[in-house]
């Protein structure tokens, strides 16, 4: 991983809101998912910080030369200068790069309908209890003015003498 890339994966890292996903899980087995996820995550991300982040110490070749001689350590110098490691060159990411950002517009699209369909949810569940905390108390007039197609289909099968058999 350059080194531009791992600077990327650590901003990224920081801007997680775990808590606030964690917050929108319901099941249990989501959780355990999203439990094993963010360790995962955790593990890799502790990888790349310390794995690819640190530069090699440089090496001493004067106290080497001090202890074994300086001949046989010219010799591992010249050898060690004369091999070239390549560096890496990112061809995954600008292909995946322009996908990647698709999906996230999607993922934020699905976002906002998602909280949408959660509102009218929750707003639904209000009126249910709303209904059931009066409903001992309703007359059958309140309650066919808060539901006029069902009081629409009971005088429609009270007019065509329909009793449910």
Request: hydrophobic share 30%.
């Amino acid at each position: 991983m350059n080194g531009r890339g791992v600077k990327k994966a650590v901003e990224s890292a920081k801007t997680i809101d775990w808590e606030g996903m964690a917050r929108m899980i319901v099941s249990d087995e989501a959780r355990r998912e999203f439990n094993s996820l963010r360790s995962t995550f955790q593990e890799v991300d502790n990888t790349i910080r310390t794995k690819f982040c640190l530069e090699p110490e440089p090496i001493d070749w004067d106290r080497y030369r001090k202890s074994i001689g300086s001949r046989l350590v010219d010799m591992y110098k010249e050898a060690y200068e004369k091999v070239e490691i390549p560096k890496y060159v990112d061809t995954v990411t600008p292909e995946y790069q322009p996908k990647f950002d698709a999906l996230l517009v999607e993922l934020k699209k699905v976002e906002q309908k998602s909280l949408k369909e959660t509102e009218r949810l929750e707003k639904e569940i209000a009126s249910f209890k709303e209904e059931k905390e009066k409903l001992s108390t309703m007359t059958a007039d309140e309650y066919f003015a808060r539901h006029p197609d069902l009081k629409k289909k009971f005088d429609d099968e009270i007019r065509n003498d329909y009793w449910g058999y």
